[in-house]
């Protein structure tokens, strides 16, 4: 019994433990798929057509109109 414990020790000592060939797919996966979504995101706040002389936020929660001539 104490020389099995002693072998798993010595084994689990030398073996050397890191994330693999797995642990480097998910990181790869997760870069492509932010870089993904970072385009696109991209894309659609270029879409977005602001009024730089439009109501501000407080005026619009108010219902503020500008007066009509």
């Not at 084994?11 to 385009?39: D, H, Q, W």
Request: zero cysteines; a negative charge; charged letters at 30%.
């Amino acid at each position: 019994m104490y020389l099995m414990a002693a072998a798993a020790e010595a084994e689990s000592e030398n073996a050397e433990i890191g994330p693999g060939l797995l642990g480097f797919l998910v990181v790869i996966f997760l870069l492509v798929a932010l870089l993904v979504l970072y385009r696109s995101m991209r894309k659609q706040i270029r879409k977005v057509d602001f009024d730089d002389e439009g109501l501000t936020d407080a005026e619009r929660m108010r219902g503020h109109r500008e007066p009509s001539d």
